[in-house]
């Protein structure tokens, strides 16, 4: 049992449902995890969430200097206490944080499941993004984060549009206070720039709105073109006339685009 582990219960602190804390509590991981975001003496980290503190102390041992934003008051105060060398602890919202980061910065955390998809999201549309994040998430959503085409969803599509992901490690329920019922994995999400495609994440976003159904029926009815037109240029583009979402990647939306940007302005 960790040190910050036992610290927790000797100051009578329970995790709280309501902020999907589970906490890590497996050393052995938490070292994974820092290597994995490979932190050195010039890395600022902002940690999301640092709870009883495990990844903060490994991640301030190796950092030029460590962010840790805590939404929980009782935690916040239990951190700043403890004076972690190279550790800022904040008490608040590290959503509201985000914008303030004006240096070069890595985002290294132990999420909440239920904050998961708003999170990266959030930080990969905003316009100053980390160089690397690593995060500890529900191996199931992490799944989904780096599926393929044939299995590919609206939050792989978002995240693979901004960056490369990849799930470096699983990890076993068995390794949180309290446990969770599922597993988590460690995923590697590198941002790379890319210019902004409102026409893209609409599109997206049509294809997914019944994902069951046909692509050519999901765009015929969320952009008000003809089934015919929605075939002419899946045809153009190599697509199977009768695909659905999933199977296209993200090239492949990004191909189709331009097409659907040309379809709007002549409806101008």
């Not at 602890?89 to 509201?96: P, S």
């Not at 999170?119 to 998430?137: A, G, T």
């Not at 609206?154 to 390794?175: D, G, Q, W």
């Not at 720039?193 to 994440?201: A, P």
Request: proline share 4%; with cysteine.
């Amino acid at each position: 049992m960790s040190s910050s582990f036992s610290t927790t219960k000797t100051h009578g602190i329970r995790p709280k449902k309501s902020l999907g804390q589970n906490f890590l509590t497996d050393q052995n991981i938490v070292r994974k995890i820092v290597k994995t975001a490979k932190i050195d003496k010039n890395d600022v980290v902002l940690e999301i969430g640092p709870g009883t503190g495990a990844l903060t102390r490994e991640l301030a041992k190796n950092a030029k200097k460590v962010i840790a934003v805590e939404k929980d008051e009782n935690l916040a105060a239990l951190l700043k206490q403890e004076k972690i060398e190279n550790a800022e602890v904040v008490a608040g919202d590290a959503l509201e944080c985000l914008p303030e980061i004006k240096t070069e910065y890595k985002i290294v955390a132990n999420i909440p499941y239920y904050l998961t998809s708003f999170l990266i999201r959030k930080v990969l549309e905003m316009k100053k993004q980390p160089e690397e994040i690593v995060l500890l998430i529900q191996k199931e959503v992490a799944q989904r984060i780096c599926a393929k085409p044939g299995e590919m969803n609206l939050l792989a599509v978002s995240v693979n549009y901004h960056a490369r992901p990849k799930i470096e490690a699983f990890v076993s329920k068995n390794c949180f206070w309290p446990r969770p019922k599922v597993d988590s994995a460690i995923i590697r999400i590198t941002p790379f720039k890319r210019e902004k495609n409102d026409m893209f994440f609409a599109l997206v976003r049509a294809g997914f709105s019944h994902p069951r159904k046909q692509l050519a029926n999901n765009l015929s009815s969320g952009f008000k073109i003809k089934r015919e037109r929605i075939e002419e240029i899946l045809n153009k583009n190599g697509l199977n006339l009768k695909a659905r979402a999933q199977e296209l990647s993200v090239e492949d939306w990004l191909n189709l685009s331009p097409y659907f940007s040309k379809e709007n302005k002549a409806k101008e």
